[in-house]
């Protein structure tokens, strides 16, 4: 088993060298785990200390997907786990390698559910790269199903040749497209299958950049929009009235600095995440059934279940906003 340290796994999700909302979580989880086999010895408080320290680091290194510090947040709960920090180390441990273990069995289970939506001859369009909206098409196009993808290109990180090489790999064929292109070929497609980075109380999905245009001209063109999302990536704080974070990115992404230093008039924006209301969104596949997305509150609720005494912690380890 390869050790994640956390300063290489933050650096790794900084860069986007581990991206998308699941695998950024698991990454978290499995780095906290590492550091906690790592802290030889500790006592009680110096072991909460450096956890707390570690997590941090880590909840801070991209502010959008949800899944990261509900991902901590898990592990961490570990910390209440017995006497002493022998204790609470195997809790840190245990707790990571059982979230690690059920967002795996949380990806099976959406294809499982996610490929029942899919029928046979569709054709589906997906924005980005997200691991559990592709496994609901393989899943869909193993049982049998003649599917075709529309994959658009994600300017600026180009995330849709992840997308198509996974989509290659597995037979299914597909059409790659360039984002401004969606609306000219939304009367070719079925469904729209994206994955999230988180789902509010109120039903919006914050997902890659542009997934709201391509909701949008799904809606207009009455094509069904599906998100497959599992359920940490529900977002517990906006209950409390908190806003998700809206990414915004280097400009060079989107600019060479040397043409952006030729004009000096121009300031070039580069928010990697937008915003699709509830009322363009058909149905959430999540791992414990498909909801519509006005039932958000539940999930939360049932599934993620926490108080509000655990929103403050959570606040703190996200850089201390206090009430
Ligand atoms: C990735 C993205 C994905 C979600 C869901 O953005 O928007 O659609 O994270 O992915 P980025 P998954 O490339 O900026 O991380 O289903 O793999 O969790």
């Not at 029928?119 to 559990?132: A, K, W």
């Amino acid at each position: 088993m390869k050790l994640m340290f956390v300063p290489e796994t933050a650096e790794k999700i900084k860069s986007m060298e581990i991206r998308g909302a699941g695998r950024i979580a698991r990454a978290a989880a499995a780095a906290l785990r590492d550091h906690a086999l790592a802290q030889k010895a500790p006592d009680n408080a110096a072991f909460r200390q450096e956890m707390e320290r570690a997590a941090a680091e880590l909840v801070a290194t991209r502010p959008t997907a949800v899944s990261l510090p509900n991902a901590v947040h898990f592990v961490m709960a570990g910390l209440g786990a017995g006497e002493t920090a022998e204790e609470a180390q195997a809790a840190v441990v245990r707790r990571a390698e059982e979230f690690i273990r059920s967002s795996q069995h949380a990806v099976e289970k959406i294809a499982e559910f996610g490929a029942r939506h899919i029928r046979d001859g569709d054709v589906i369009l997906t924005h980005c790269n997200s691991e559990v909206a592709l496994a609901c098409m393989i899943e869909a196009f193993r049982s049998g199903k003649e599917i075709e993808v529309f994959a658009t290109e994600v300017r600026p990180r180009n995330q849709g040749l992840i997308t198509i090489r996974t989509l290659d790999e597995a037979g299914i064929k597909t059409n790659y497209i360039v984002d401004s292109a969606v609306r000219s070929f939304i009367h070719d497609v079925d469904l729209v299958l994206v994955g999230a980075d988180a789902v509010t109380v109120n039903g919006a999905v914050v997902n890659k950049i542009g997934t709201s245009q391509v909701a949008h001209t799904a809606a207009e063109a009455r094509v069904n929009v599906i998100v497959a999302a599992e359920t940490y990536k529900f977002a517990p704080r906006t209950v409390v009235g908190e806003l998700i974070q809206i990414e915004e990115r280097p400009p060079g992404e989107v600019l060479p600095p040397e043409i952006a230093g030729t004009l000096p008039h121009v300031r070039v924006r580069n928010p990697a995440f937008d915003v699709t209301p509830a009322e363009y969104i058909d149905l959430i596949v999540t791992e414990q059934g498909a909801i519509p997305p006005q039932m958000a509150y539940v999930i939360i609720r049932e599934y993620l279940g926490w108080e509000i005494g655990e929103f403050r912690k959570a606040f703190d380890l996200n850089g201390g906003h206090e009430d």
